[in-house]
């Protein structure tokens, strides 16, 4: 399974980027899908999550209010926007497919991972 991040990049505080993560065809859009992201020294965390139709989305509150999830199954994408930036979310963002239909929130719950992109944001 493949699953292809694009749109990280260098931004300064309070600025905004989208992310998109195209997965590949022989993938089921029954699945929940999320991001995680994993800083220097630190554990991947969640960041955000949605169920396979996209009803149901989870954040951590760390970026509540400041980023949001939406999937496009037609397109098999899902997207991040983050906007207000902070220098604590530089990290490597991955894109996830969920073991099930809903919004993972744990690493457990992942059955696929992307490869990351960076996202840097400068103080």
């Known amino acids: 399974v493949q699953l292809q991040a694009s749109g990280g990049g260098l931004v300064q505080t309070g600025g905004s980027l989208r992310l998109s993560c195209v997965v590949g065809?022989?993938?089921?859009?029954?699945?929940?899908m999320g991001w995680f992201r994993q800083a220097p020294g630190k554990e991947r965390e969640f960041v955000a999550g949605i169920s396979w139709n996209g009803g149901s989305t989870n954040y951590a509150d760390s970026v509540k209010g400041r980023f949001t999830t939406s999937r496009d199954n037609a397109k098999s994408t899902l997207y991040l926007q983050m906007n207000s930036l902070k220098p604590e979310d530089t990290a490597v963002y991955y894109c996830?497919?969920?073991?099930?239909?809903?919004?993972?929130?744990?690493?457990?719950?992942?059955?696929?991972w992307g490869q990351g992109t960076q996202v840097t944001v400068s103080s």
């Open positions: 065809k022989r993938t089921s859009s029954n699945n929940g």
């Open positions: 996830a497919i969920s073991l099930w239909s809903s919004s993972p929130t744990t690493t457990q719950a992942i059955r696929y």
